[in-house]
């Protein structure tokens, strides 16, 4: 958890402060676009009026604001020092989206074992800059400060790392990048955020998406000619808008019971509000659940949309079929991107899910009654979706067959 910078009494007022923090530490005024400037005001003013922040709360979601904004800024800086990032599209990128908990995380780390493919490392999305070599990482001071801000967190909150661990050096999620636009669902789900969340569900992130795009071309600089795995649930929810950057996109989705999935992501989400808010625990995890339920199937249904308007562009993959046979699914995989899997990726590949990284740390517990919904509750919101993938508690997909 990040408690470097000691909170204003009032958010609401304290938007030239936050920037002037930020200028002095990176050392540059410049910010890009202002569109982010609006869902900035919106969520400094929610903070101020709707959770119950501990003091140790009030910090930590300060902290928040100031690195994001600081992410954003370095990354504008580094677009200045390194002129021509952006001479180069990127062409044909592997993107794995789906409703959060579908096993994208695990999917993803897996494939990112493939040296031709390139990612977003964490550190990189906390401070983008064209990717150095990997053996320098390390000295780095941004990549020390994001490792000791991970340690820290998963310190306060252990039973987290068994949830969805995050290593500095690993890759990770797009939204780290989108979020600098202050048009995210993650400004929703930290601490109660119901004024900002309301201004959100009626914004476009267009803004964000092009932001991201730069960012990731700058990363990428240094590799221009190297195919890129990228990852993100939230993509399903603006599948138009990744599509608007990256046109010749492969996307794999992936699908599980959202009975299941859901729950998880909301024992996810509420492992640190008992540091960060005091009281209504128990409503927040309802609220929580059921924002995230209604989130999700409209997401799905806009996701399907889309994808009937870009055929042969997205993949169907079945949590429980990646889960049963991974390296069929992999295989599955290569064949619709075009690519094929080297002998020497296939065994690391095995070898990954024979060390089966993800439950190093533990196996993550959570009960959908803890939410206050009951999972057929959960599925009705979800109609057709669930018919159409077959995700219904016994029954399967047939396997192999592509949708």
């Known amino acids: 958890m990040d408690e470097t910078y000691a909170p204003p009494l009032r958010f609401a ?31 400094l003013e929610s903070m101020d009026y709707d959770p119950h922040f501990t003091r140790r709360g009030r910090s930590y979601a300060w902290g928040s604001v100031v690195s994001v904004l600081k992410g954003r800024a370095e990354a504008i800086k580094s677009m200045h020092r390194n002129p021509g990032f952006d001479r180069q599209a990127i ?21 990112a074992t493939d040296a031709a493919f390139q990612g977003l490392q964490t550190w990189l999305l906390d401070s983008p800059m064209p990717r150095p070599p990997k053996d320098t990482w390390t000295d780095y001071p941004a990549f020390q400060k994001t490792a000791a801000t991970l340690e820290a967190r998963f310190k306060a909150a252990p039973v987290k790392r068994a949830a969805h661990n995050m290593a500095a050096q690993e890759v990770d999620e797009c939204c780290l990048l989108l979020r600098q636009g202050f048009v995210s669902n993650l400004w929703t789900v930290g601490w109660s955020a119901a004024t900002y969340d309301a201004w959100w569900q009626c914004q476009s992130e267009e803004a964000s998406y ?8 700058l990363i990428g600089s240094s590799e221009p000619e190297k195919r890129w795995l990228l990852k993100n ?19 794999i989705q992936t699908h599980r019971d959202p009975a299941r999935a859901l729950p998880s992501l909301c024992s996810l989400l509420m492992q640190l509000h008992p540091i960060v808010e005091e009281g209504r625990y128990e409503q927040r995890a ?23 308007a870009h055929p042969g562009q997205v993949l169907d993959i079945d949590h429980s079929e990646f889960h ?32 089966d990284p993800e439950r190093r740390h533990g196996a993550h517990s959570y009960d959908v009654a803890d939410f206050g919904l009951t999972e057929d509750e959960i599925r009705r919101r979800f109609g057709p979706y669930m018919d159409r993938f077959d995700l219904a508690p016994g029954q399967s997909r047939r396997k192999g067959e592509a949708q």
């Open 286 to 308: 309802h609220n929580m659940l059921v924002r995230e339920v209604a989130k999700w199937a409209g997401a799905v249904r806009k996701a399907q949309r889309v994808q009937q």
């Open 324 to 355: 049963g046979n991974p390296m069929a699914v992999v295989e599955r995989i290569y064949r619709f991107i075009g690519m094929d899997l080297a002998p020497g990726t296939r065994l690391a590949m095995q070898q990954r899910i024979v060390d």
């Open 233 to 251: 649930p939230g993509h399903i929810d603006n599948l138009d808008l990744l599509f608007a950057v990256f046109p010749d996109a492969k996307v």
């Open 210 to 217: 092009r932001h991201y795009y730069r960012c990731v071309q």
């Open 13 to 43: 007022t304290a938007r030239d402060q936050l920037h002037e923090i930020v200028a002095n530490e990176v050392g540059a005024t410049d910010f890009g676009s202002d569109d982010y400037l609006p869902g900035l005001s919106v969520l």
């Open 91 to 111: 062409l044909d990128p592997v993107v794995i989206t789906g409703i959060p908990r579908t096993g994208t995380t695990a999917l993803h780390k897996l494939m």
